[in-house]
């Protein structure tokens, strides 16, 4: 079974504002990236489940030129609040290495 790192050369996490989160997938192809960019594993449930991600707050775009997905969910709580681990969000990545594709 595939996974996320099996099929992109690149993952990334970053903080877009105070109040959301996002992830960039850099497929390591044409080919890859249209066989799983849409792929109903990288959808709303994941993050929720991930992330505790209220389901219709995620969204998803899909970047064809580039053979990239970027996936942006509502924080929980604001950037810098009591409860805070990653205030940059650039280890939450790690997360979705191991998502499985297929």
């Known amino acids: 079974m595939k996974t996320v790192k099996d099929v992109c050369r690149h993952v990334r ?9 996002t992830f960039d997938l850099f497929f ?10 849409q792929s109903p594993a990288l959808g709303a449930d ?4 991930l992330f505790g991600a209220s389901p219709d ?3 998803r775009f899909a970047v064809p030129s ?16 009591e409860i805070e681990r990653d205030m940059h969000c650039g280890q939450q990545f790690a997360r979705l290495l ?4 297929d």
Do not use: C
Not at 28 to 37: I, L, Q, R, T, V
């Open 13 to 21: 996490s970053k903080n877009a504002g105070p109040y959301w989160v």
């Open 28 to 37: 390591d192809g044409p080919e890859n990236f249209a066989k799983y960019s």
């Open 46 to 49: 994941l993050m929720h489940r």
């Open 57 to 59: 707050q995620v969204k």
């Open 66 to 81: 580039l053979n990239v997905v970027k996936i942006s969910y509502a924080r929980t709580s604001p950037q810098g609040g």
């Open 98 to 101: 191991d998502v499985q594709l």
